[in-house]
């Protein structure tokens, strides 16, 4: 199993949960299942309430693509001496990376889960708004000033992922409930409102990658579902799971 995080940051994503009370997506899926997470260069460390790009992880030029992360995840796996399939679960821009390393190594996956992905058809949904978003999308986390920072090049990644067929393992789809959070109050080039339809629009490609996939609103979250409500993403982890030893 491992943990694919979205776009710039690093794996600690995983281990956060919203209610201090509560426990993480990692630390429960991690009762029952050998669970992996890990840093893309250029992603930004998240607990103790600092934010720095992460040293665990070696630099590489800027920009990349999502063949570049799926080549560094491949090789992670090989080197690992564990033994797949794997099950992906990924949020947000992370679940190009998952979508497109099934694609590539379609043998070495049993299910993907994508939490609040981003849908290859977003650019397409925006029209004419999409670089105003994708500017935005690429300063989150305000280490664009930051030398090594994570640049995704995300038309370039579209286009790979566009070259191969989707297999024919479980999926499962989580989508927030709730208007996405930390936009600029007066984005330029697109309202919050572009934002919410395009994205609403784009899940529903998510679920059409396979049939019967289950899709599962997450009333009360917003984008960081895995984080508000983390229960909601080990339950659809396990669905996938089961369907993957059927």
Known sequence: ?????????????????????????????????????????????????????????TPVPMPRTAADVVEDLHAGFEGSGEQGPFILTAHSLGGFFARLYAQTYPEDLSGLVFVDAFPLEIPELFGDKWPAYKAVLDSTGGGAAVEDYEQIDIEASIAQLKEAPFPEIPVAVITKGEPFQGLPDSPVGFTAADLETAWVAGQSYLVALRPNTPHLIATGSDHYIHVRQPDLVEAMVDIVANRAIR
Do not use: K
Request: glycine residues 8%.
């Open 1 to 57: 199993m491992l943990l694919e995080s979205g776009y710039h940051e690093s794996s600690d994503a995983w281990m956060l949960a919203e209610d201090d009370t509560d426990r993480s997506v990692y630390a429960r899926l991690a009762d029952r299942y050998r669970v992996c997470a890990y840093d893309r260069a250029g992603t930004l460390l998240l607990l103790n309430g600092a934010q720095s790009v992460t040293g665990r992880t």
